[in-house]
């Protein structure tokens, strides 16, 4: 784009929608101008880009998230117009960090989301017609707001300032029918720029409105609450995202959101492939969906549903659907995996349970005539007990089924769908899960990114991640240590600043800055940090540990807004946070610090800034992670267990250079059944202090565990009792802490040599090429989809 028709472009916006000029417009007048103009320069690319991936065999993305966060910095990078139009604000003296606050669509809860954003944007980089269908939320994730330790949640109402990267297009609306009411989803699309390419993927998010507005009958009848009644029903389906992340919720709301946006999905599908081929003999030929974890896997009985409608019988509906469809599990703890009643699913959507009832009646039929014996068969059929297992009616039906590390698809495999995998071993496969280098190097580590383009004399890793390896003969170099400590030091001193205003904290870029950026959650072991955390502060207090090298904890965390034990976590940490940073004999050495509100845009603030990343979750239920391979990206150390995609990070960039603890899958399966937390607590005076501090007085846990705000003494049960629905610690929190305090104070140690230790940073980095989404992405569409790139249609 030419820089001064962008200023003209610029100018002309901000003069007819605001009589206003860049000077003196508003940041969020400015942003939508900026927006709007990057958006016109790229509308023929999208509309070509449209066409070319309905001209061939292309992929849809189902995902009841997408957490994409602030779009217009990264536009701009992938548009190839950042230092331009930095260059024309600049003149006017504006600038693009002023549109910092304007928009941060957080559509999503955490990595599940995140990771659907990253495939977008690997997808459109590499030419590939893959395009993302979710729900248009009014309000996307909750705000964070620490009052007095205790978190606080408020609306996210992400288009407050409008929304200048989406396009309404009301030809393309569906009625959506459920039992009691019908409802119009109104599609808005985001395109997804591809770096260095022409090609714009897509991002098609439903909205739900009222087929009828408003009654006019009871208006005049003077009901004006009725009258606007189906209006508020309509729209209450794409209100809020639900805030949960790794546990299901059987509510009927959610229901209805989970078939809204695949109805509308699927009839787009169908709708599209007839109006260029004719007829839907050949969809499967044309079409494969992926189905983001189980949210969106009510898509399958709706295909079948649709194609029947449109004259086709159910065997050559299922058939079809069976080529089409593909599932990726994210999760195997029981609380997230998705079963709905059977009477809700029938009350709610009625002509659609009808074909899930088919489904598992094909599957009965289908068992015994492999002689499988009728327990067996119970044992896995989609509906039993009253319930649709929504994994088990994806498994049966998809052609490919996908766990996201391989430790993660090997207990897949191995354990929670063994019986599947016997039986369809071809179907299973493993896709481990990556990050786009665009954003999370190219765009938020600037300082870094330019190092890198300098040494390896070119910009090719931002579309070839794998060129960092040339980097690694660079590890014994102190020149190039020596840069990479001071832009290290630079980053920190950036998020200092941010932190000094987003929570009001002075933290020193001087100390270790050990960072736990995830959801709060208990498998996830924020408690683990937190109690590391005390048992290093009587360590220093007693002298037992000397020579601590001064440290800053940094967490991020949201809880869910119902998630009492969670939230009690996010107090404690604020607890120990005034204890350790007032403490005379501490408060140089240990510091604590609560980032609030995390999300897409801190965590670009974050993930440059960190030393250590702690990924530190129970052996065995972190499926993947994601924000790992982040901080591993901007040169942080992992310190963490042998979890997820950590074991694949540790193979890439080699156990020395990491710090790795804790039992390991298979230990724990010894371990848990005859596992005593108490005998360790009592027995170990370090560890039971530390415990002790969760019951003593001195903490304000700010009430009782009925009280919304938690406790930190149902903590210490949950540790030592357990509780009605689980064991004693059934996370290990206490078993693994010592060899957890070890392995930090190991690495806390090895700090003090800057050099070494930046040289284990550097490493990580260059190994880093394994985990950008272009490789997880290429995988897919070559294994999964058998999709090319548009570029490469019919060579
Ligand atoms: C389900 C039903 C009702 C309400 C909410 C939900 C729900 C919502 C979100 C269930 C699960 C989620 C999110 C899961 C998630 O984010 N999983 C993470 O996926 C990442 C990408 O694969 C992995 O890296 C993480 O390990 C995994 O925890």
């Given at each position: 784009?030419?820089?001064?028709i962008f200023a003209k472009a610029l100018e002309s916006q901000l003069r007819s929608k605001y009589n206003t000029t860049v000077e003196n417009a508003l940041d969020w007048q400015l942003h939508e101008c900026v927006s709007s103009a990057v958006m016109e320069h790229i509308s023929p690319n999208h509309a070509q880009s449209l066409e070319k991936h309905l001209s061939g065999r292309r992929a849809m993305y189902l995902s009841m998230e997408f957490l994409m966060g602030r779009a217009v910095?990264?536009?701009?990078?992938?548009?190839?117009?950042?230092?331009?139009?930095?260059?024309?604000?600049?003149?006017?003296?504006?600038?693009?960090?002023?549109?910092?606050?304007?928009?941060?669509?957080?559509?999503?809860?955490?990595?599940?989301?995140?990771?659907?954003?990253?495939?977008?944007?690997?997808?459109?980089?590499?030419?590939?017609?893959?395009?993302?269908?979710?729900?248009?939320?009014?309000?996307?994730?909750?705000?964070?707001?620490?009052?007095?330790?205790?978190?606080?949640?408020?609306?996210?109402?992400?288009?407050?300032?409008?929304?200048?990267?989406?396009?309404?297009?009301?030809?393309?609306?569906?009625?959506?029918?459920?039992?009691?009411?019908?409802?119009?989803?109104?599609?808005?699309?985001?395109?997804?720029?591809?770096?260095?390419?022409?090609?714009?993927?897509?991002?098609?998010?439903?909205?739900?409105?009222?087929?009828?507005?408003?009654?006019?009958?009871?208006?005049?009848?003077?009901?004006?609450?009725?009258?606007?009644?189906?209006?508020?029903?309509?729209?209450?389906?794409?209100?809020?995202?639900?805030?949960?992340?790794?546990?299901?919720?059987?509510?009927?709301?959610?229901?209805?959101?989970?078939?809204?946006?695949?109805?509308?999905?699927?009839?787009?599908?169908?709708?599209?492939?007839?109006?260029?081929?004719?007829?839907?003999?050949?969809?499967?030929?044309?079409?494969?969906?992926?189905?983001?974890?189980?949210?969106?896997?009510?898509?399958?009985?709706?295909?079948?549903?649709?194609?029947?409608?449109?004259?086709?019988?159910?065997?050559?509906?299922?058939?079809?659907?069976?080529?089409?469809?593909?599932?990726?599990?994210?999760?195997?703890?029981?609380?997230?995996?998705?079963?709905?009643?059977?009477?809700?699913?029938?009350?709610?959507?009625?002509?659609?349970?009808?074909?899930?009832?088919?489904?598992?009646?094909?599957?009965?039929?289908?068992?015994?005539?492999?002689?499988?014996?009728?327990?067996?068969?119970?044992?896995?059929?989609?509906?039993?007990?009253?319930?649709?297992?929504?994994?088990?009616?994806?498994?049966?039906?998809?052609?490919?089924?996908?766990?996201?590390?391989?430790?993660?698809?090997?207990?897949?495999?191995?354990?929670?769908?063994?019986?599947?995998?016997?039986?369809?071993?071809?179907?299973?496969?493993?896709?481990?899960?990556?990050?786009?280098?665009?954003?999370?190097?190219?765009?938020?580590?600037?300082?870094?990114?330019?190092?890198?383009?300098?040494?390896?004399?070119?910009?090719?890793?931002?579309?070839?991640?794998?060129?960092?390896?040339?980097?690694?003969?660079?590890?014994?170099?102190?020149?190039?240590?020596?840069?990479?400590?001071?832009?290290?030091?630079?980053?920190?001193?950036?998020?200092?600043?941010?932190?000094?205003?987003?929570?009001?904290?002075?933290?020193?870029?001087?100390?270790?800055?050990?960072?736990?950026?995830?959801?709060?959650?208990?498998?996830?072991?924020?408690?683990?940090?937190?109690?590391?955390?005390?048992?290093?502060?009587?360590?220093?207090?007693?002298?037992?540990?000397?020579?601590?090298?001064?440290?800053?904890?940094?967490?991020?965390?949201?809880?869910?807004?119902?998630?009492?034990?969670?939230?009690?976590?996010?107090?404690?940490?604020?607890?120990?946070?005034?204890?350790?940073?007032?403490?005379?004999?501490?408060?140089?050495?240990?510091?604590?610090?609560?980032?609030?509100?995390?999300?897409?845009?801190?965590?670009?603030?974050?993930?440059?800034?960190?030393?250590?990343?702690?990924?530190?979750?129970?052996?065995?239920?972190?499926?993947?992670?994601?924000?790992?391979?982040?901080?591993?990206?901007?040169?942080?150390?992992?310190?963490?267990?042998?979890?997820?995609?950590?074991?694949?990070?540790?193979?890439?960039?080699?156990?020395?250079?990491?710090?790795?603890?804790?039992?390991?899958?298979?230990?724990?399966?010894?371990?848990?059944?005859?596992?005593?937390?108490?005998?360790?607590?009592?027995?170990?005076?370090?560890?039971?202090?530390?415990?002790?501090?969760?019951?003593?007085?001195?903490?304000?846990?700010?009430?009782?565990?009925?009280?919304?705000?938690?406790?930190?003494?149902?903590?210490?049960?949950?540790?030592?009792?357990?509780?009605?629905?689980?064991?004693?610690?059934?996370?290990?929190?206490?078993?693994?802490?010592?060899?957890?305090?070890?392995?930090?104070?190991?690495?806390?140690?090895?700090?003090?040599?800057?050099?070494?230790?930046?040289?284990?940073?550097?490493?990580?980095?260059?190994?880093?090429?394994?985990?950008?989404?272009?490789?997880?992405?290429?995988?897919?569409?070559?294994?999964?989809?058998?999709?090319?790139?548009?570029?490469?249609?019919?060579?």
């Amino acid at each position: 784009m030419d820089k001064s028709i962008f200023a003209k472009a610029l100018e002309s916006q901000l003069r007819s929608k605001y009589n206003t000029t860049v000077e003196n417009a508003l940041d969020w007048q400015l942003h939508e101008c900026v927006s709007s103009a990057v958006m016109e320069h790229i509308s023929p690319n999208h509309a070509q880009s449209l066409e070319k991936h309905l001209s061939g065999r292309r992929a849809m993305y189902l995902s009841m998230e997408f957490l994409m966060g602030r779009a217009v910095h990264n536009n701009l990078m992938c548009a190839g117009v950042y230092e331009d139009v930095e260059d024309v604000l600049k003149q006017h003296g504006r600038s693009l960090g002023e549109l910092e606050t304007i928009e941060d669509a957080a559509l999503g809860n955490g990595g599940l989301g995140r990771l659907a954003a990253c495939f977008l944007d690997s997808a459109a980089t590499l030419d590939l017609p893959l395009d993302g269908y979710g729900i248009r939320y009014k309000y996307g994730l909750f705000k964070q707001k620490i009052v007095d330790g205790f978190q606080k949640e408020e609306a996210d109402n992400w288009t407050k300032y409008g929304d200048p990267w989406s396009v309404r297009c009301q030809q393309d609306a569906v009625n959506i029918q459920y039992a009691d009411m019908t409802v119009r989803a109104v599609p808005y699309d985001m395109p997804i720029i591809g770096y260095g390419t022409d090609n714009v993927g897509n991002l098609r998010l439903w909205q739900a409105e009222a087929v009828d507005d408003f009654d006019f009958n009871k208006f005049n009848d003077g009901d004006y609450t009725g009258a606007q009644a189906k209006k508020n029903a309509a729209e209450d389906i794409s209100r809020v995202l639900y805030p949960n992340d790794n546990t299901s919720e059987g509510k009927k709301l959610r229901l209805r959101q989970e078939y809204f946006f695949s109805a509308a999905s699927v009839a787009d599908a169908i709708r599209k492939h007839k109006a260029r081929f004719g007829s839907l003999d050949e969809l499967e030929k044309y079409l494969t969906i992926q189905l983001n974890d189980t949210h969106p896997v009510i898509a399958i009985p709706e295909l079948i549903r649709q194609l029947v409608c449109e004259g086709y019988d159910f065997e050559t509906a299922f058939e079809k659907a069976h080529k089409i469809f593909n599932y990726t599990n994210h999760t195997i703890m029981a609380e997230a995996l998705e079963k709905w009643d059977c009477s809700l699913v029938e009350s709610v959507i009625p002509k659609v349970y009808t074909y899930i009832l088919m489904i598992n009646e094909r599957f009965i039929r289908d068992m015994y005539s492999k002689g499988m014996d009728k327990k067996d068969i119970a044992a896995i059929q989609p509906v039993a007990g009253g319930r649709v297992n929504m994994a088990y009616m994806a498994i049966y039906v998809s052609s490919y089924i996908n766990g996201v590390a391989e430790i993660h698809t090997e207990i897949l495999k191995k354990d929670a769908l063994k019986k599947w995998y016997e039986l369809y071993p071809e179907r299973f496969q493993n896709k481990t899960n990556g990050i786009t280098q665009r954003r999370w190097l190219a765009l938020c580590n600037k300082e870094l990114s330019a190092l890198i383009t300098r040494l390896l004399g070119d910009s090719g890793w931002i579309t070839d991640l794998d060129r960092l390896k040339e980097l690694a003969k660079y590890a014994d170099d102190e020149n190039v240590l020596g840069e990479f400590i001071r832009i290290k030091k630079t980053k920190k001193q950036q998020l200092a600043d941010f932190i000094k205003q987003n929570d009001g904290i002075e933290i020193n870029p001087d100390t270790i800055f050990d960072i736990q950026i995830k959801r709060l959650h208990e498998y996830k072991r924020q408690l683990l940090n937190a109690l590391s955390i005390i048992y290093i502060y009587y360590g220093i207090k007693d002298g037992s540990i000397r020579d601590f090298t001064p440290t800053t904890f940094i967490f991020g965390a949201k809880s869910a807004p119902g998630y009492r034990r969670a939230k009690a976590i996010i107090k404690l940490l604020g607890e120990i946070g005034k204890m350790v940073n007032s403490d005379e004999q501490t408060k140089d050495l240990l510091k604590v610090v609560f980032v609030q509100n995390y999300n897409v845009s801190a965590a670009e603030k974050l993930v440059c800034a960190a030393d250590v990343s702690e990924q530190i979750s129970t052996a065995g239920t972190e499926a993947s992670g994601t924000g790992n391979m982040k901080l591993m990206l901007n040169g942080a150390v992992t310190l963490g267990t042998y979890d997820g995609a950590n074991v694949e990070i540790v193979q890439e960039a080699g156990e020395e250079n990491n710090y790795i603890f804790g039992a390991r899958v298979e230990e724990l399966a010894d371990i848990m059944p005859d596992y005593d937390p108490r005998k360790l607590v009592f027995e170990n005076e370090k560890i039971g202090r530390v415990l002790e501090k969760l019951i003593d007085s001195n903490f304000d846990d700010g009430g009782v565990p009925s009280d919304q705000e938690g406790s930190f003494k149902e903590l210490y049960k949950a540790l030592t009792d357990g509780a009605s629905w689980h064991v004693p610690d059934h996370y290990y929190v206490v078993g693994d802490l010592e060899s957890y305090v070890a392995a930090k104070l190991r690495c806390n140690s090895d700090y003090k040599d800057k050099l070494a230790f930046a040289r284990k940073c550097w490493l990580n980095m260059c190994s880093a090429g394994k985990f950008s989404s272009d490789r997880t992405i290429r995988d897919y569409a070559q294994n999964i989809w058998k999709i090319v790139p548009v570029s490469k249609r019919g060579v």
